[in-house]
């Protein structure tokens, strides 16, 4: 279809520049003492909001494409794309502070009184963003000793709600890696294989130990350490166990879900597990960009407020350095590599079912 199907248009009427650069209004200004660092604030923290807005558009398509059961190769493939693009979205976040750091203390008092109760608290899309991405509200730090929907209207607290009672991110993932085939088949039982050669590695950790341990005391508790390790790596394969260590917060994923993960990690290079690999990877990016941002904007207020409360009435600098990691997601992802050994240590498969992974036909 040609160009001119359609009625021109301007630049300017496109972007609505006008009305975009109009929306700078300087509190300030407003009661006569305008400072002049307040415009820098307000710009950066609508742009934060512009971004958090194009992310809340990617993510919903994500869970759009994980809400389909099975999920099309081809949808996989746009997944990993859109998670991509949050990747590199929130890098320009965490790059973001840097400018805003460029207003000193002074600066920001000259103006900072006059954004009373108004926080960053209050930054709806962030909060949508965090809920869709599969925080629960058991994992939040208590604000104030009240939920943290109470400092917005209640049209934006029926957002959060909403957000909170839906299927997240981290909820499709685990039911799609709980439907991850392979895990045993008439002919592997990654379970037992992988089990069988961790118990070699440890028991050859201990041989090493017995061999080369400077005094008994050294031998003890490097055997003792080995000992725990074993544990670990057996309530991977202990439903109980790992219930038990879920219950009390160790685990988020379910245990199919676990062990999928792992077997995705381990024997990434062959060809079926391509896509998965780079999902659960820019998943993993995905939670360390979000707390980077977090501990660089706890380390940002600390530097601007001192010990000060914020102006939402937190502990300020405090509150978001604790917030830092306890508001993680996928942190299980990243806890997996304890579990990881060494590639020269992987149970080879067995042929019919790298023909699978290699896509061969029979």
């Known amino acids: 279809m040609s160009s001119t199907t359609y009625p021109p248009i301007s630049y300017a009427d496109y972007l609505k520049t006008n009305e975009l650069l109009n929306q700078q209004k300087l509190r300030s200004e407003e009661f006569g003492r305008k400072a002049h660092d307040e415009m820098l604030f307000i710009i950066v923290h609508q742009t934060y909001e512009l971004w958090f807005k194009q992310m809340l558009h990617e993510l919903d398509s994500v869970l759009g494409i994980f809400a389909a059961n099975p999920i099309p190769e081809q949808s996989m493939l746009m997944a990993v794309h859109r998670l991509s693009r949050m990747v590199e979205i929130h890098k320009l976040l965490v790059d973001q502070v840097s400018v805003m750091e460029t207003m000193t203390p002074l600066d920001f008092l000259d103006f900072r009184d006059m954004l009373y109760p108004a926080s960053g608290f209050q930054s709806t899309q962030w909060r949508l963003l965090e809920n869709k991405l599969g925080l629960k509200r058991d994992q939040r730090l208590t604000y104030n000793a009240v939920p943290y929907h109470a400092y917005v209207n209640e049209a934006e607290a029926a957002r959060m709600k909403q957000a909170e009672a839906e299927p997240s991110l981290f909820d499709r993932v685990d039911e799609w890696l709980t439907r991850t085939p392979f895990l045993k088949t008439k002919d592997f039982d990654f379970a037992n294989v992988y089990g069988q050669a961790v118990r070699e590695l440890l028991q050859q950790d201990r041989e090493a130990v017995r061999r080369h341990a400077k005094s008994d005391e050294d031998r003890e508790r490097n055997l003792k350490s080995i000992d725990e390790t074993e544990k ?123 023909r699978k992974m290699n896509f061969t036909s029979p």
């Open 232 to 354: 670990v790596f057996n309530a991977l394969f202990d439903a109980s166990r790992y219930a038990e260590l879920k219950s009390q917060g160790h685990f988020r994923l379910s245990h199919e879900a676990l062990q999928a993960a792992l077997l995705i990690l381990l024997y990434r290079d062959q060809p079926i597990f391509a896509l998965p690999f780079q999902l659960l990877t820019k998943l993993q990016d995905l939670d360390e960009l979000m707390t980077q941002w977090r501990y660089r904007h706890s380390l940002m207020a600390h530097r601007m407020l001192g010990s000060k409360i914020g102006t939402g009435g937190s502990s300020g600098a405090q509150y978001l350095k604790a917030a830092t990691e306890k508001h993680r997601v996928f942190a299980d992802l990243f806890n997996l590599a304890t579990f990881l050994i060494p590639r020269s240590k992987l149970p080879a498969l067995p042929e019919s079912l790298t």
